[in-house]
Nanobody
Framework: QLQLVESGGGLVQAGGSLRLSCAAS????????MGWFRRAPGSEREFVAA????????NYTDSVKGRFTISRDNAKNTVFLQMDSLKPEDTAVYYC??????????????????WGQGTQVTVSS
């Protein structure tokens, strides 16, 4: 099993940057694909980015391509989401999640077994 704890959220002006972290417990972290999702007020949960266990493969939703970067440090059991050029529409609660495999279904929240509690990101205009 994995326990996931996000951190790094906060309030930032449009155009600014934030770096989210997700610390995982468990000895098999490197075997899990990791994803970031977000939920804005009044909206459905949305896929943001995913990364394979080795870090070789990544996937992004179109709205964040070129602005967000997902990475991981398996030695520290941590996955990151570097968010640059933030926009007000990026405002949401951001969640990290883990699933046992990285495949074409990484964008589907239902495929993830473990979830963190979320961290709030607010981008002011």
């Amino acid at each position: 099993q994995l326990q996931l704890v996000e951190s790094g959220g906060g309030l930032v002006q449009a155009g600014g940057s934030l770096r989210l972290s997700c610390a995982a417990s468990g000895r098999t972290f490197s075997s899990y694909a990791m994803g970031w999702f977000r939920r804005a007020p009044g909206s459905e949960r949305e896929f943001v980015a995913a990364i394979s266990g080795s870090g070789t493969n990544t996937n992004y939703t179109d709205s964040v391509k070129g602005r967000f970067t997902i990475s991981r440090d398996n030695a520290k059991n941590t996955v990151f989401l570097q968010m640059d050029s933030l926009k007000p529409e990026d405002t949401a609660v951001y969640y990290c999640a883990a699933r046992p495999t990285y495949n074409r279904y990484v964008r589907f929240a239902g495929q993830y077994d473990y979830w963190g509690q979320g961290t709030q990101v607010t981008v002011s205009s």
